[in-house]
């Protein structure tokens, strides 16, 4: 059978099954099979309630309970899951004859040990209370100039919340301004594949993106070389131990984590904002409140839901036998509503004293790198937009984006309740 046709295949007997299991209430199979837009707080609490690990016929563990996730996240036993294990992995097989670094796989978010360390502290400095003060300027003036281009009615995630998150990381990574719209395009292309291919067109579209993206990034690189900038690649670019795999592979991991995530991060707190008056009141009131209703944000519907831990020795955990290397599902959305920890856990309370507690950025070795750029771009949008917009309301229904890492709206259309006053511009002869 010619390969394609097998791939093919094989995907659609894979779906097929896990369908079968989720139907029969496998846990797993609830997760990673089921309609990806729907509401699946319901399926973690259910994981929780069934034990602190269980076990899933699709050849996981999983758990939603605070107090593991946090202890496997910072237990050196365990570690992530080596590449090729991924659902993409496949990208990097073929592609014209020519191996395509996997952004996902090869990167320092799925290296243990000591590679994670090496390749980390090369960027670490962007990160810094510092780095962040320096960039806090460039987020306003971003955050402002959009919403001066928006109309009395626009998509919140379209014509907003996704044009700034992608500005910042691409002034941090040095990419010119003309190559934003393919930069973002790229960008989506590979978070849309951290759910698994579909099929085979999919697959295709993936390399497609994967070759583009890396051809521009060499070029960019041999740019950066000949005229240095004060950004990420041109300091990469000039040190001598670091391999091209593992600069495109750190470069791409920062659009790649630092896009999609925050985009979301502005729509799930938008969308909650409108749905609960006293809160968006407080919030029209007090700009300074935007911060809280990030974090709480972050708890209840916090833009990447679950990942996965691998022991590094047979264990047994909470009394389940799990094998060396079999994946543990750390339900951090589930975590993050543990009763153990928070105070009637689904109510959205910004503010709340429990709120810090939550694993949106994960812990420990992995603590999301940009936590700190995420919040201030976060708290800048909302800021900006009911300073502006005192009277935001959704205008039509939201359509969720289909995935399950992922979680948020792929469209929000939204009313500022003003018409856009254009400016009378004078022309002089
Ligand atoms: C709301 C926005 C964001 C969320 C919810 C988020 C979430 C996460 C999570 C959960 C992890 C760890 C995954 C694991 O432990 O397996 C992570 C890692 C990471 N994030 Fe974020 N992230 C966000 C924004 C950003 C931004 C803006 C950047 C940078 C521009 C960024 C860069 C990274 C990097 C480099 C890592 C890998 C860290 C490591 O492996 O040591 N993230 N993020």
Redesign the pocket.
């Known amino acids: 059978m010619p390969s394609a046709l097998k791939n093919a295949s094989l995907l659609l007997l894979a779906r097929t099954l896990v369908r079968a299991q989720a139907a029969l209430g496998d846990p797993g199979a609830r997760l990673f099979g089921l309609d990806p837009t729907r509401d699946p707080y319901p399926d973690y609490e259910r994981v929780r309630r069934r034990g602190t690990v269980v076990r899933s016929r699709m050849g996981v563990y999983l758990t939603a309970d605070h107090a593991l996730c946090r202890r496997l ?1 910072r237990d050196p036993d365990y570690g ?1 899951l080596p590449a090729s294990t991924l659902a993409i992995a496949d990208s990097t097989a073929e592609a014209g004859g020519r191996r395509l670094v996997n952004p996902v796989d090869e990167s ?2 799925v290296r243990n040990p000591p590679d ?1 360390t090496r390749l ?1 502290r090369l ?1 670490a400095p962007w ?1 810094t209370p510092r780095g962040l003060r320096a960039q806090q300027e460039t987020v306003e003036r971003v955050v402002e100039a959009y919403l001066d281009e928006v109309g009395p009615t626009f998509d919140l995630v379209g014509d907003f919340a996704a044009r700034v ?1 992608i500005q910042v ?1 691409a002034d ?1 990574l040095g990419v010119p301004g003309a190559d934003h719209v393919a930069f973002a395009r790229w960008g989506s292309a590979i978070v849309n594949a951290l759910d698994g291919v579909r099929d085979m067109k999919e697959m295709r579209a993936l390399h497609d993106a994967l070759r583009e993206f890396e051809a521009f990034l060499d070029d960019l690189i041999a740019h950066r070389r000949r005229h240095p900038g004060d950004d990420v690649v041109s300091a990469l670019a000039i040190r001598d131990d670091l391999s091209r795999d593992d600069l495109i592979a750190t470069t791409e ?2 659009l790649v ?2 896009f999609e ?2 985009v ?2 502005i729509g799930n707190a938008v969308l909650a904002v409108l749905g609960d008056p006293e809160v968006r009141d407080r919030l029209v009131a007090d700009p300074a409140h935007a911060e809280a209703v990030i974090e709480e944000t ?1 708890r209840l519907d ?3 839901q679950y ?2 831990r691998v022991p590094f020795r047979p264990v047994v955990l909470e009394g389940v036998d799990i094998p060396r290397g079999v994946p543990i599902v750390l339900v ?1 959305a589930g975590a993050n509503r543990d009763p153990a920890v928070f105070e009637d856990p689904h109510r959205f309370r910004p503010g709340r004293p429990d709120g810090h507690e939550h694993l ?3 812990s ?8 700190g ?2 919040r201030m ?2 708290a800048a949008a909302l800021r900006g937009l009911f300073g502006r917009f005192p009277g935001l309301r959704a205008a039509g229904r939201v359509r969720r984006r289909p995935s399950r890492v992922i979680r948020g709206a792929a469209r929000f259309p939204v009313t500022t309740g003003v018409e856009k006053v254009h400016p009378i511009v004078e022309t002089i002869s």
């Open positions: 996240l992530v320092f978010l994670h980390r960027v990160f998150p990381i941090l991991l920062l984590a630092g995530t925050t979301n991060l972050l916090p833009p990447v990942t996965v951090l949106a950025f994960s420990g070795i992995h603590y999301c790198l940009g936590a750029l995420a771009e976060g």
